[in-house]
């Protein structure tokens, strides 16, 4: 939802750290995020609180990099934005899966299941809308990074934060679970409604 407005200002605070990067590869940074957010779920799963949240948002500052970076010294290009999708899809199933080994009751995971359904679907959602949009060539100032997705209601910035909650409050990740969920559910609506308005038939 704040996606949009929050990129350029994101982008300014982490470019001093981009700055020195040039000689590194935007891949290698996306690895980096996916080793630091495992990182954060295995320490999740072991009841490291305050550790667990710092390495989560170490993270997701690599996962910022890796796109800055491509972008201030042109190495953009298909696979890097591929294994970064995939490497950020691991690392959001990872965390919840760790706090859930932590808090191992039935409850939570029937909670953590409820989300990752969410995100299955939530993905449906937008890939395959994202491939469709390509192939009409429908980019505009409402798509973000380096695939053509409308903008809903859960994007990175509320995903990052609700991740910091979680990790937070261990103990209430059922409802916390829960609550995402629902918050996920209506971003597919969302796309759905979205898609329905937007694609018309093919004449």
């Not at 690895?31 to 490291?48: C, D, P, V």
């Not at 591929?82 to 899966?97: G, H, K, N």
């Not at 994202?130 to 990175?156: F, H």
């Amino acid at each position: 939802m704040f996606d949009s407005y929050l990129r350029r200002w994101k982008d300014r605070l982490i470019e001093p750290l981009a700055a020195p990067l040039g000689s590194v590869s935007p891949a290698f940074l996306t690895l980096l995020g996916l080793l630091t957010g495992l990182t954060a779920a295995w320490l999740a799963a072991i009841g490291s609180v305050v550790p667990s949240l710092l390495v989560w948002l170490l993270s997701r500052i690599f996962d910022g990099l890796d796109g800055l970076v491509a972008r201030r010294f042109n190495k953009q290009s298909d696979f890097g934005g591929y294994l970064d999708i995939v490497c950020d899809f691991t690392v959001y199933a990872a965390v919840p899966i760790g706090l859930t080994i932590f808090q191992p009751t039935t409850i939570n995971f029937i909670a953590l299941a409820v989300m990752l359904s969410s995100f299955y679907i939530n993905a449906a959602s937008w890939m395959y809308l994202s491939a469709l949009l390509e192939k009409r060539a429908a980019r505009d100032a409402s798509t973000q990074t380096s695939i053509i997705m409308p903008s809903g209601l859960i994007g990175a910035t509320e995903s990052i934060t609700a991740f910091c909650v979680f990790l937070l409050f261990p103990a209430h990740i059922a409802p916390l679970f829960g609550i995402f969920s629902a918050l996920v559910f209506i971003t597919i609506i969302q796309r759905l409604v979205w898609a329905k308005q937007n694609l018309t038939p093919d004449t």
